[in-house]
Structure formats: C-alpha cells, structure tokens
C-alpha cells in the first residue's frame, strides 16, 4: 500500500492538506495559517471525513493559539463550521480540556493535535485488523473468487489520515492476497465516491467499479454484492447511524437481500449522551446548488468546470446525511473488535461509557 497523508505539519510548524475538491484530476496543497483558514476548509469541505474534520479542527486551535487569537471565539467559531459529524466536536473538546492548564498554549495545542493525528492512524489500521476476518470469510465460502464489496461515499484515507475506516480492511485483505472488487456509489451530489474513492482505489490498484447511486439495489437483486461497508460521522448509543445521504437505502436493499451491511465505526464518531438517531441527530442541509450543478473536468477545455443539470428557476432540497437505524446494521466493526449494533454491544466494547 502505497500510504499517503491528508493532512501534515510543515518545517515552519504550519499545517498542509489537500483540496479534495480538486481530486481526481488535479492534486493541489491548500497551507492553512490561521485558524480561520482551517474553519473556512471544514465549511467548504476542502476537507472531508469525520476523522480528517476532527484533525483539522485541533490543528486549528493550534493555529489559533498561535496567532494569539481568542481561543473561545476559535473554539466556538470551529464548531459551527460542520453539524453532523461529532469528530469535529470530540477533537475540540478534547483540545480544551489539553488546554485548561498550559503552561505553554502553542506547544501543547501542538502536540495534542500531533496525537489526535496519530491516535487516528492506529485505530484505522486496527478497525482493519478486525475488519479483516468478515472478508476472509466471505472468500472461503467463494473458494477464492473475488468479494464483492459495496460501499457509499469516501471514507477512506481521505476521510482520515491513513488507511480509512471502509478501506482499511480492503487493503489488508490485498496485502494478504484475497480478491477484492469494489462497486463504488458515485454519492450524489458531492460524488465523493466517484471522485474521492475511485481516485483511492485506482492509486493503491484495487480492482473497482463506479456506479450510479440507485444501482446498487439491482446488483444485490442479482447476486453480484457479497457486502457492504460504509463509514459513520455519528453513531448513537443504540447503534443508529449517521452517514451520507442514500446510506439508509442502500440498508435497507442488504437488508432485503440477506446481505451484510457492515458499518466501520472509529470510537471518536460515538456520541454516547444520545439514543434515538432519528430524532437526535442533526442532519446538516447544504447550499441547494450542490445539487443543482455538476463540477467536472471539461472533454472539451480539459478545466474544471461546473454545469448546470436543471432549470435554472428549479429548486433543490440538499440533506448532507441520513439516518441508518441500528436494526439494519449487521455488525460495527470498530478498533477494539466487532459488536452488533445496539447499546449493549457498544458498552462491551467501550465499557467506560457506562
């Protein structure tokens, strides 16, 4: 595997990541200096992912320490920068606590985003270690052939840091030689699937496939997806699951189907203080041109460029996220081991939240 980072520090202790609005076809560095500059890439999703969010906002208040700005306005300014992914929230929380008694408020918000960074790598490289054995065994029961695996949206390493949450078990299943085939959801309207996962997939040449969104109900009817995995940006004490718009129906399609729907769930997208993700969670609604425009590279300029696919008095309605309820999760697979979806599960794993 041929291990990239999305976000790094530079010599003169700034921080760098990459625009992943630009990707697949154009590789540009965004340097952010001030913590503005790391609240403007969350809310313009230069950065993506949970974990990646959760990274950027403490380098943020590192910044922020930095330049000597208000730390409270720093903090509060990064939480409003995003509403649904709780990494965003549990970072910054856990950057204050660091920071109530320093000595030395750079050096210290240094260092702690330093280890959110790494604490990150870890717990994807483990939510593969455990992730690993479900596609083993969906390989022996296929003798060999390849495992079809479906997945929505980017929550690969470009979601995190290293390795991905839905990824990392791919990649290690490569390394230890099973066949793989990824159907990816294109993920409307953002294409992170088409445009963040797919360039993923191809640079570490894992076999793929891009597909429309609403073709993956057809491929299970049919026989050709053995499981699905997909990443989480908040999951509730019961198991509910918040993740991009269309996650749901493509749970309830597995489930249909008799087919795995396997959730890779990093601890830091728990957000233990509520139930009912339904009720609970708030859904982020973003800018209705998302929806109604396609930014894409030109056949004919060769630029990117934006097009626009409906009438231009037509409306669009543009809910970020849905809400997978717990009974249509097979299994979490986390970093300290697989569990089903409920709270019981969850607390055998992570018992300090009882």
């Not at 060999?144 to 979601?159: D, F, S």
């Not at 640079?203 to 609403?214: E, G």
């Not at 509730?236 to 749970?251: E, M, S």
């Not at 993700?277 to 800018?287: M, N």
Request: hydrophobic share 40%; net charge negative.
């Amino acid at each position: 595997m041929s291990a990239f980072r999305t976000i790094w520090t530079t010599e003169d202790k700034y921080v760098e990541v990459i625009d992943q609005r630009k990707l697949p076809h154009e590789w540009v560095v965004e340097k952010l200096i001030s913590y503005k500059d790391a609240e403007r890439a969350i809310k313009d999703m230069v950065v993506r992912g949970a974990p990646l969010i959760g990274a950027t906002a403490a380098y943020g208040i590192y910044l922020a320490a930095r330049e000597g700005a208000d730390l409270n306005e720093a903090f509060a300014d990064l939480r409003l920068s995003r509403p649904t992914a709780v990494n965003l929230f549990w970072a910054l929380d856990r950057m204050k606590a660091k920071l109530e008694n320093a000595s030395d408020l750079v050096q210290t918000a240094w260092e702690e985003a330093g280890r959110i960074v790494e604490d990150d790598v870890e717990t994807c490289r483990m939510i593969g270690v455990h992730g690993l054995p479900l596609i083993e065994a969906i390989s022996k029961k296929k003798n060999g052939e390849p495992v079809h695996i479906l997945t929505h949206c980017n929550a690969g390493m470009l979601g995190c840091i290293e390795w991905g949450t839905i990824t990392s078990p791919i990649y290690q299943a490569l390394q230890k030689g099973i066949k793989v085939h990824v159907w990816v959801d294109e993920t409307r309207p953002r294409l992170q699937g088409a445009n963040l996962t797919c360039y993923e997939l191809t640079r570490h040449d894992v076999p793929h496939t891009l597909i429309v969104d609403n073709q993956g109900g057809h491929l299970m009817q049919h026989g050709m997806v053995d499981m699905c995995i997909v990443g989480t940006d908040r999951t509730t004490r019961q198991g509910d699951v918040a993740n991009k718009i269309g996650t749901y129906l493509k749970a309830l399609a597995a489930h249909d189907n008799q087919i795995p729907f396997y959730v890779a769930l990093p601890s830091t997208t728990l957000d233990m203080t509520i139930r009912d993700g339904l009720k609970e969670i708030p859904i982020e609604q973003r800018d209705q041109n998302e929806v109604r425009y396609i930014v894409g590279k030109s056949k004919a300029s060769g630029q990117l460029d934006e097009v626009l696919i409906c009438p231009e008095t037509t409306g669009a309605s543009n809910y970020g996220f849905d809400v997978t309820p717990a009974r249509l999760v097979s299994t979490l697979i986390t970093e300290r081991g697989v569990c089903e979806a409920s709270e019981e599960g969850l607390l055998r794993l992570f018992p300090e939240y009882i």
